[in-house]
């Protein structure tokens, strides 16, 4: 394989047993001066249209990463472990195609990066914060520049992602949370009580005591990077279990964030089997914190083990999770029958309905069904499924075997109990393909209303026009999620009714927008009810959770007799 960039120079250097690491420098002494991070702004999106100059080179970075089959390890304090009991990251869209072998740890290498964070931490917590945030901002430039078309590769080639869901995922919103993280941090330090001439009151916002746990999903490579370092940046130290379904990403991941100066320990990759690792963190002694993105049911599981143990901590665990949702399209008859048609096939089939927000329920007014679902259907039709790596594809395949079969059981389910409008196909020889579906159900309570699927199916309920207050109620009430969702309607008295009475059904809710696409600094993301915690992904509301308030008084002039003036003689 030919070296010819720094990510390959990278990736070249973890075929050796184990990596060289360099001492640790000593933390910047004398600075003096207020200093100020960079004004944050949103990453342009690139349009890789033909004959652009990304186009050409994310399609040879394609090309190469297609024929590596790289070696992942565990890497601890900096340092590389090979443990030989390895498993396959593969390409969904072609899954006898092997894209690398990664390392899984045992209970040994837990403890050992429990020992590496807990070292690491004692000067990265000390480290001034601009010193930590500089890390990251370099890693966001790294991104934007020299690193982008590898993370973008990775995320298409390990996660079946089309050339513009990889560039507005592991491109564009990772280099945002690295940009607008040091932004809110600042703004979060900035925050101080008031003084007075007597006294001078101070916060000192204190990393948590102990590590925090970071577990992330397969579906966005931009959540990989950000739980772990959103944590980090805080001053915190983190041990972190990538999806063993985007490892591949995950690992460049760790690779840049090494290149852009992270000192060794701070973030620990420690991929492996979720029960073994999370039966050693979550009943560890120095727990501080948990940022999870995943399913509801892990994450409930994960809650319940961490309230079994709260005699056993030595402080509170904080504990941040986003989950599952079921996340609705609600139509007023006054809605734009197009852009309501638009957004459903948008929002429920890009990346082929497995993110967290794509729309999975949609309610329609009788009197625009038969237009609305022509429209769908025909856009439907014309969409390409396959190989990620041809760009006139609109879906690539859904994750894995087991992802395949759950939603192929929900497709049987609705030939059973419901009408299939269009798709209803799966196809799993060569790639595990699932033709984009539209369900239409008989009742608001029907099942494909009201679980979970996480793949390319769209579930319809036609309402009566003159039941819109009812439908809202049932949208309410249906569900136990409440992450995303979205009203069209030109009807404005509808609008407000929509969102009042869905006030608590999602924590990001669009007008006459697809229910996807969150953008960090414009839509902080996330969901409460059975979605989470609702910390909001890129903000600083999520960086308030990574920290400990400490308040301090000092008094100039300290009161010299222990009476009062109330205390004097008539």
């Not at 595990?432 to 369900?439: A, D, E, G, Q």
Request: with cysteine; hydrophobic share 40%.
């Amino acid at each position: 394989m030919a070296v010819t960039s720094a990510p390959d120079r990278v990736a070249a250097e973890s075929e050796q047993a184990e990596r060289t690491v360099a001492p640790r420098s000593a933390p910047l002494a004398g600075f003096s001066g207020t200093r100020r991070v960079p004004p944050p702004t949103n990453e342009p999106i690139k349009g890789y249209a033909p004959g652009s100059s990304e186009r050409k080179e994310l399609k040879a970075r394609l090309s190469s990463m297609a024929n590596e089959r790289v070696d992942i390890p565990i890497i601890i304090g900096g340092r590389e472990i090979r443990t030989g009991k390895t498993a396959h990251t593969v390409m969904p869209h072609n899954h006898r195609h092997v894209l690398g072998d990664w390392h899984k740890a045992s209970t040994e290498h837990v403890n050992m990066a429990i020992d590496a964070a807990r070292e690491a931490r004692a000067e990265w917590s000390n480290w001034a914060w601009e010193d930590r945030a500089a890390v990251f901002l370099k890693a966001g430039e790294l991104l934007a520049t020299t690193w982008r078309q590898t993370l973008n590769a990775a995320t298409m080639l390990g996660q079946s992602k089309t050339a513009f869901q990889a560039e507005i995922d592991a491109a564009c919103e990772l280099i945002d949370f690295w940009r607008f993280n040091p932004a809110y941090a600042q703004e979060l330090y900035d925050e101080q009580p008031l003084s007075s001439s007597t006294m001078w009151n101070q916060l000192d916002y204190r990393p948590l005591e102990g590590f925090v746990y970071a577990v992330t999903p397969f579906n966005f490579t931009s959540i990989g990077g950000n739980l772990p370092t959103a944590a980090a940046l805080m001053g915190n130290t983190v041990i972190w279990k990538p999806a063993s379904s985007a490892m591949l990403s995950a690992y460049y991941i760790m690779r840049l964030l090494e290149a852009a100066g992270m000192p060794p320990g701070v973030i620990n990759f420690v991929p492996g089997d979720a029960a073994e690792i999370s039966s050693v963190l979550l009943s560890h002694r120095e727990l501080a914190g948990v940022h999870f993105t995943g399913s509801t049911t892990v994450f409930n599981s994960m809650w319940r083990t961490i309230g079994a143990n709260m005699s056993n901590y030595a402080t509170y665990p904080r504990i941040v999770g986003e989950t599952g949702g079921k996340d609705f399209i609600v139509a007023h008859p006054s809605a734009d029958p197009q852009a309501l048609a638009v957004a459903i096939a948008r929002g429920g089939f890009e990346y082929q309905g497995q993110k967290c927000s794509a729309a999975s329920r949609v309610y329609v007014p009788r009197s625009m069904w038969n237009d609305v679902r022509d429209r769908i259907v025909g856009m439907m039709e014309e969409m390409r499924m396959g190989d990620v790596t041809d760009f006139r594809n609109f879906m690539g395949a859904v994750i894995d075997e087991k992802s395949f079969k759950k939603i192929s059981e929900y497709l049987d389910d609705a030939r059973s109990n419901a009408k299939i409008v269009s798709g209803g196909v799966a196809k799993g020889d060569e790639g595990y393909f699932i033709k984009p579906t539209l369900v239409q159900a008989k009742e608001p309570r029907y099942r494909l209303l009201c679980e979970e699927i996480f793949g390319p199916v769209v579930t319809a309920y036609v309402y009566d026009d003159d039941t819109w207050d009812e439908t809202l109620e049932i949208i309410d009430t249906t569900s136990p999620y409440a992450l995303t969702g979205a009203v069209f309607a030109n009807d404005r008295g509808a609008v407000r009714e929509a969102a009042m009475a869905l006030r608590n059904a999602a924590g990001n809710f669009y007008v006459n927008d697809k229910p996807t696409g969150a953008v960090v600094g414009q839509q902080p993301f996330g969901g409460a009810r059975g979605s989470g915690t609702n910390d909001k992904a890129g903000s600083k509301l999520n960086l308030v959770r990574w920290v400990s308030a400490r308040s301090i008084k000092e008094t100039f002039s300290p009161p010299q007799d222990y009476k009062y003036p109330f205390m004097a003689e008539e």
